[in-house]
């Protein structure tokens, strides 16, 4: 009597042995077909365009190859045996007037180079003349004048995009209804109410946690500390940034209480109430510790919204950013700071 049994393959597919791309396109010969493994797989494409920043170019700190930033003529170098084209900065900020905004942050993780074009004033000041609609009303902080100002020129560019873009435009229509518990976390800074026409609308202004070490984190500190005039420079400076505001509108009235303390969204539930009818929205708000201090229910709920800050809706509905505005464009035009000049 036999007995079949099957014997375990001992070919190691380990780390050692996984295919680069160098096997295929590169390869000298044609008998290297092989399958690669999915954690290979390198996917450049936005995650969420609804919670992350729509030109989020930060992730261009994590290039761990890239070619020199130094050099002035276009020569080829060898890493690792791995010969690669090393082209001056003068030919992508070229290609960059080219380039898409929601490309942005595919052209900034190409190379440290690509990534230092899209940083500079420049390249920003290039997409904003280039989808600048003279027929599309923009607020007094986005109009031509006051768009030659370095200080902002980033984050003001990307609020005018959702003005003039219509891919962006396109998009705001479902990003204010997506996902509403990706508050969840964020720091409570600021609520408020106001009247609407057929109830109330109810307000929390909150903001998430910097990265340490990141673009935005090193130009908030940047702002604080106001050691030189560099911040006046600072084209990434933006309060807004990881700001958002929940809106809640409802029927009946309700009372905001005042908190001497720094909170947190723990959690955002949304239900039916006990008639079934109607939904029901409980927030719940807690101390650094975790620990829940307060709970909020709101019923009926009518809708449900995340504005982030570059929606066109966020400038008009938080009281404080025109405000913030007319301080930034006198204080600026008071110093006369301007890219031409740089």
Not at 152 to 166: K, N, Q
Not at 181 to 199: A, D, E, M, P, V
Not at 232 to 243: A, I, K, P, R, V
Not at 290 to 308: I, T
């Amino acid at each position: 009597m036999t007995s079949s049994f099957k014997v375990k393959s001992s070919r190691n597919w380990g780390t050692k042995n996984d295919f680069s791309i160098y096997d295929f396109a590169d390869a000298k010969t044609t008998n290297k077909v092989a399958r690669l493994p999915k954690c290979n797989k390198l996917l450049v494409d936005g995650a969420n365009e609804n919670e992350l920043d729509p030109l989020e170019d930060d992730a261009g700190q994590s290039l761990t190859r890239a070619s020199p930033s130094d050099g002035t003529s276009d020569e080829t170098t060898e890493i690792g045996n791995i010969p690669y084209a090393d082209y001056v900065i003068d030919i992508w900020y070229l290609i960059s007037e080219h380039v898409r905004p929601e490309d942005v942050c595919r052209f900034a993780l190409i190379c440290r180079k690509t990534y230092t074009v899209v940083q500079s004033a420049k390249f920003w000041q290039h997409i904003y003349q280039k989808h600048y609609d003279s027929s599309v009303e923009l607020p007094r902080r986005l109009q031509p004048d006051c768009m030659s100002l370095l200080r902002g020129l980033r984050a003001c560019t990307i609020r005018s995009l959702f003005y003039t873009y219509p891919p962006f435009v396109h998009r705001i229509s479902t990003a204010a209804l997506t996902n509403p518990h990706r508050i969840t976390g964020r720091q409570l800074l600021f609520s408020w109410y106001c009247k609407n026409k057929t109830g109330w609308n109810y307000c929390f202004k909150l903001k998430a946690r910097l990265i340490p070490g990141s673009r935005a984190a090193r130009s908030s500190k940047m702002q604080q500390l106001k050691q030189s005039l560099d911040y006046l420079q600072d084209s990434y400076m933006n309060f807004e940034e990881g700001c958002q505001i929940l809106i809640i509108t409802t029927d009946s009235l309700h009372t905001l209480p005042q908190y001497h303390e720094q909170l947190y969204v723990g959690s955002l539930t949304q239900t039916l109430d006990q008639g079934m009818r109607n939904y029901k929205v409980r927030l719940q708000m807690v101390n650094y510790c975790r620990r829940v201090v307060d709970e909020l229910v709101f019923v009926p709920v009518r809708q449900l919204r995340v504005l982030d800050w570059w929606v066109p809706e966020y400038g008009r509905v938080d009281p404080t950013i025109e405000q913030q505005a007319v301080v930034d464009i006198v204080g600026d035009s008071m110093n006369d700071t301007v890219w031409d000049d740089l």
